[in-house]
């Protein structure tokens, strides 16, 4: 009889783990979001490529489409809601899609080199938002890259994090080795 009962509460455990998990990971997919868009302004970012400069404002990156996401992030203070243009639609109108390698750069002059396969496995966002607002130069904006940490186990490897650049100002190609 109690095995019976026993049996009989399997069906709503399960359900309650499918529920558990679909709430876990809503979000953790990058999805298109629609946004009013930023007022036209001065150019944020610049990306060097071998046919010259092009240089972004927030307009211009939001006018590329703008994506939600919400991850954790290596820094309790950092998890949240992000929305902004996909970096690979950033580097596909720059001509850079299919480059090996870029470096991105920072207003305090931090840079780290990012690997074509990041931007062409991950939907990964130069984030020019949280939460559906501007994101502060004090709160690591204008632009942050934001990988969609919870997507993959694999993201939440430290070879990553050094990769979560934030005041995003520059990004430039880096040589193929
Ligand atoms: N612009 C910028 N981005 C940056 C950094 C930085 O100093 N400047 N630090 C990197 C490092 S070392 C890590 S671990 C994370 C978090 O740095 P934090 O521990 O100072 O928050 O972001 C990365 N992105
Ligand atoms: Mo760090």
Known sequence: MTMIRRLAKLPVALLACLFLASTAFAGAVPEPVRLAMAPAGKPVLTVATPYGNQQFSLADLE????????????????DGTYEGPLLADVLRRAGLHDVAAV?????????????GQDWRTWPILLATRR?????????????????????????????????WVWLVSRIEVVADR
């Open 131 to 163: 939460d559906g607002r501007p994101i502060p130069v004090r709160d690591k904006g204008p632009i942050r890259v934001i990988y969609p940490r919870d997507m993959s186990p694999q993201l939440a490897d430290t070879t990553y994090r050094l990769r």
């Open 103 to 115: 470096r991105i750069s920072a207003l305090d002059g931090f840079s780290q080199v990012m690997p």
């Open 63 to 78: 006018g590329l489409g703008m994506h939600r996401v919400t991850t954790r992030t290596f820094w309790p203070k950092s």
